[in-house]
């Protein structure tokens, strides 16, 4: 290098070095003083906010489980307290907003359109509490769906539901000011869950348990699946339910109608692929156990109860038109009652209602009209008697009926001794066959030989039959518009006229027909595929004009209806493919029904095979896995129904005699 260079060089050098100490000096010079004096800001370090003239206190606290973990619980004292009872209810839905839904130093507009209960509290001046379940908004630890009970295989933990609500039961009693340390638990849906794990070794200071439309059995009737037929409009709320801990992840839908969301989609593996969620863990369940196996077997709350001794006096409510959880409070009832040998243990009420429309206006579901608040009797004749009994000191006698059930079509309440006995006394049930016979008649004749023996429809994958009237908005916040809670009372006559739907129909009645109980469906039937689903409806056809309320004439109301998966014909637990072009049998239990066709009206039955989008379509090829059924598995076939002497297709009445 020439010695010029090298001078160039060091002075580049040494310019850099001063360039550098001089901006750290600039750094670590004193920030330059304001030009202008400090303006304060307004709000205070800390406030507290002046609310002696509310008639209530509203506290949430942290109460620890056995294992550390702490659940955050709101606690509403009113003014009027003293020496009252506790009604508690356990959520994963945010505590703190069911308690807040308004600001106002008054409960009750304070806690109404969330609470369930605000009338009863008022009245009668209970405490009550709300609290995040684990894994949930304000609570710690992990949240897992329809947590299984502890120290079993599918949970190795020593804390489940039953054990967080024996905790938190127990801290109630003895921290709570005012209270008379009596805590009954109750809920709907999920919430009506946990009133269920409640009575698990329950705590001493439980006195009353009511579920309300519980989540019992997510494969054989519930949430998840029907007989093995997936819900899979259910997949947003397993979307929101799993993606965070406060749901702050919502669904969302480039459709208007969710028919062509799945449809475009193809299964309802594709669906949740296409939104993310396959990190979601109860969603990897589900797709890991699509048949009835261990996975779902130990979890269903009413094989669990049913080996459960009685020590809590419980009131299970359901809803004849339960669009969500129809199967739970019937299933539970049923594992429960036997063992209730002195009467006064296991009580019922059944109402003609939606989920949930217990505690809303129970005055009308859809196009059908009731002449009282169904649901207002309910609460004041059934519920309040039963949580005054149970809760408060120097309990007033308990006068209810253990089983209190609606009577559609001839709408009235009937207080029974059990579930079901068709009436008060003096009647029976006798299982009655409806056949289905030949030139779309149904009768209680048995077929007589002739005819062609049978009737034929084309099942297409590529057209399924919507399970109501499109457009068919999404369900929740998605759609605000959606009518989901009214679907299973929709007008069926839209199906009826598709090729693709059977319809059967007796004459005009002359007399009633009462039933109460379950149906069971008897279907001898062929497809020509190796798998198939299969719909069938029990439906009241009002008659053709209807005088003080037109829009009812011809109204094809549905009384039950369900669907079966047939690859679980012999076995819900081992699925095999369908032996094709074979006339087979299939039976399976309809949800219970409580209902008079009056005369005047017909009794009309529909067989289809696919019900969609709310379950997802059956490829009618068999596949290991219809969760992950690709589009060139989607089949047509030529489904069969037969009614000949040996090969009769029947619907078994529960008929009062």
């Known amino acids: 290098m020439k010695p010029a260079s090298v001078v160039h060089l060091a002075q580049r050098v ?53 294992d550390g973990v702490k659940l955050n619980t709101v606690i509403i004292v009113p003014r009027c307290a003293n020496h009252s009872g506790i009604l508690l209810t356990r959520t994963p839905y945010n505590a703190d907003a069911m308690t807040s839904k308004n600001a106002s130093g008054h409960l009750g507009p304070m806690l109404e359109g969330y609470d369930n209960v605000t009338h009863i509290i008022l009245a009668d001046c209970y405490i009550r509490v709300v609290q995040d379940i684990r ?142 969620m396959q990190s979601l863990g109860f969603w990897k369940k589900l797709v890991a156990h699509p048949a009835y196996d261990a996975f779902w077997q130990s979890q269903a709350m009413d094989k669990i109860l049913a080996k459960q001794p009685l020590k809590v006096p419980t009131l299970v409510v359901g809803g004849l038109w339960d669009q969500e959880d129809i199967y739970g409070a019937l299933a539970v009832y049923r594992a429960m009652e036997p063992k209730d040998t002195g009467n006064d243990m296991v009580y019922l009420a059944l109402g003609p209602w ?65 579930w079901p006995a068709g009436c008060a006394s003096g009647c029976t049930i006798e299982p009655t066959p409806l056949y289905l016979e030949a030139q779309s008649k149904l009768g209680f004749a048995a077929p007589a030989a002739g005819g062609t023996g049978y009737d034929q429809y084309v099942s297409d994958p590529a ?22 809670h009214e679907w299973l009372v929709d007008n069926q006559s839209f199906a009826s006229g598709r090729p693709d739907v059977l319809t059967y129909e007796t004459d005009v009645l002359t007399k009633p027909v009462k039933i109460s109980g379950r149906p069971l469906v008897h279907l001898v039937a062929s497809t020509s595929g190796t798998d198939s689903d299969w719909v069938v409806k029990l439906i009241d056809v009002y008659p053709d004009q209807v005088a003080d309320d037109e829009e009812m004439g011809g109204y094809q109301l549905a009384i039950a209806m369900d669907i079966f998966r047939g690859r679980y014909r012999t076995s819900l637990s081992q699925p095999a493919p369908l032996q094709a072009n074979a006339p087979l049998k299939y039976e399976f239990a309809l949800p219970a029904a409580n209902h008079v066709f009056l005369p005047g009206h017909r009794i009309m039955v529909q067989v289809q095979s696919s019900w969609f989008p709310l379950y997802d379509r059956n490829p009618q090829k068999f596949v290991p896995n219809i969760f992950r059924a690709r589009p060139g598995d989607y089949i047509e076939a030529t489904q069969k129904v037969f009614h000949t002497p040996g090969q009769e297709s029947y619907v078994t009445l529960p008929l009062v005699k």
């Open 463 to 484: 057209h399924p039959v919507p399970y109501r009237q499109r457009p068919i908005l999404a369900i929740g916040e998605v759609s605000p518009r959606s009518t989901w």
């Open 354 to 418: 939606y989920h949930g429309q217990e505690i809303a206006d129970g005055t009308h579901l859809g196009a059908i009209r009731f002449p009282t608040d169904t649901a207002k009797e309910f609460r004041e004749n059934v519920l309040r008697p039963f949580l005054a009994h149970y809760l408060k000191d120097n309990a007033p006698p308990l006068d209810i009926a253990p089983v209190t059930a609606y009577v559609t079509g001839a709408d009235h309440w009937e207080q029974l001794k059990k």
């Open 135 to 276: 894994g949930k908004y304000g609570s710690q630890g992990g949240y897992v769906m329809n947590r299984p009970l502890a120290h079993g295989t599918l949970n190795p933990t020593p804390v489940d539901d039953a054990t967080d609500a024996y905790d938190t039961i127990e801290w109630l009693a003895r921290n709570v000011p005012k209270s008379n340390g009596k805590v009954c638990i109750l809920g709907i849906s999920y919430d009506g869950f946990e009133p269920l794990m409640a009575l698990v070794n329950p705590a001493p200071a439980l006195k009353c348990s009511v579920p309300m439309n519980p989540m019992v059995d997510g494969w054989m009737g519930d949430d998840w699946f029907h007989n093995g037929a997936f819900r899979e409009q259910n997949i947003p709320y397993v979307y929101e339910q799993e993606a965070s801990r406060d749901n702050k992840f919502k669904w969302w839908s480039d459709y208007y109608d969710d028919y062509d969301l799945y449809m475009n989609a193809g299964s309802a593996g594709a669906v949740a692929d296409r939104h993310g």
């Open 14 to 66: 040494a310019l850099a070095i001063g360039s550098a100490l001089l901006l750290a000096t600039a750094w670590a010079a004193p920030p330059p003083q304001p030009k202008y004096p400090d303006y304060p800001g307004e709000i205070p370090t800390h406030f507290q906010p002046a609310t002696g003239s509310f008639d209530y206190t509203r506290r949430i606290v942290q109460i620890p489980m056995r």
